[in-house]
């Protein structure tokens, strides 16, 4: 699986984005698939995942009530929609497919990354 995220640009305080994770080669309409960031000179962390068929997600405390996360299996694509952005939001965003159908946040679930989308939201 090829994923690629995009969708990531420079946006104000309060603003919103929407991000796209598109896979090729391969189809992950049967696993979960989450959206991490990390931002300079910090770890990575966990930010969304969604389960197999769309019908459960799991979100960090950080992204609750903000941020809105989807899939169309049809498309093989899973978006992010992020609202009220905060500077603290700023990071490069990577999506990745997980080992398991269930939506979860450990990294150590996922089997495939995707290049990462640079978000940057400024005061």
């Known amino acids: 699986v090829q994923l690629q995220a995009y969708g990531g640009g420079l946006v104000q305080a309060g603003g919103s984005l ?3 994770c598109a896979a090729s ?3 992950f309409s049967n696993n979960a698939v989450a959206w991490f960031r990390q ?3 910090k770890e990575r962390e ?3 995942s969604i389960n197999w068929r769309g019908s459960s997600t799991y979100f960090a405390d950080s992204a ?7 899939r169309d299996n049809a498309k093989n694509t899973v978006y992010l929609q992020m609202n009220s952005l905060k500077p ?3 990071a ?3 999506c990745a497919v997980s080992k398991s159908p269930v939506a979860g946040g450990s990294p150590d679930s996922m089997i495939y990354w995707g290049k990462g989308t640079q978000v940057t939201v400024s005061s």
């Open 88 to 90: 603290e939001d700023t």
């Open 18 to 20: 929407t991000l796209s």
């Open 64 to 70: 609750k009530d903000r941020f809105t996360i989807s």
């Open 46 to 48: 966990f930010v969304a």
């Open 92 to 94: 490069v965003y990577y």
């Open 25 to 27: 080669r391969r189809t």
């Open 39 to 41: 931002a300079p000179g």
